[in-house]
């Protein structure tokens, strides 16, 4: 699967610190629980990255689909 791909699959997706000082992205969904830990810098950069592709998404005219409250969204 590639960026460009739609897809049906459906995951939930939280985000938050974990009690040893780390930035959770933890991904559930299709018979997977994904817990992935970064340090608080690579976590700016995955913001930045977020922001960027947000950023770069509105530019070509569609606006994109919005995930919905928590996070939740079609991947």
């Known amino acids: 699967m ?3 791909k ?3 699959l459906a995951a939930n997706l939280q985000i938050g610190p974990t009690t040893l000082g780390m930035v959770r992205i933890y991904v559930e ?3 997977i629980d994904l817990p ?3 340090d608080p810098d690579e976590a700016d950069e995955i913001a930045e990255e977020l ?3 947000a950023e770069a998404a509105r530019s070509m005219g569609s606006g994109g ?3 919905g409250k928590g996070g939740k ?3």
Request: no cysteine; charged share 35%; hydrophobic share 25%.
């Open 2 to 4: 590639s960026i460009n």
């Open 6 to 8: 739609e897809s049906d």
């Open 29 to 31: 969904g299709g018979g």
């Open 36 to 38: 992935l830990d970064f």
């Open 51 to 53: 922001r960027s592709a």
């Open 65 to 67: 689909k919005p995930a």
């Open 73 to 75: 969204g079609k991947r």
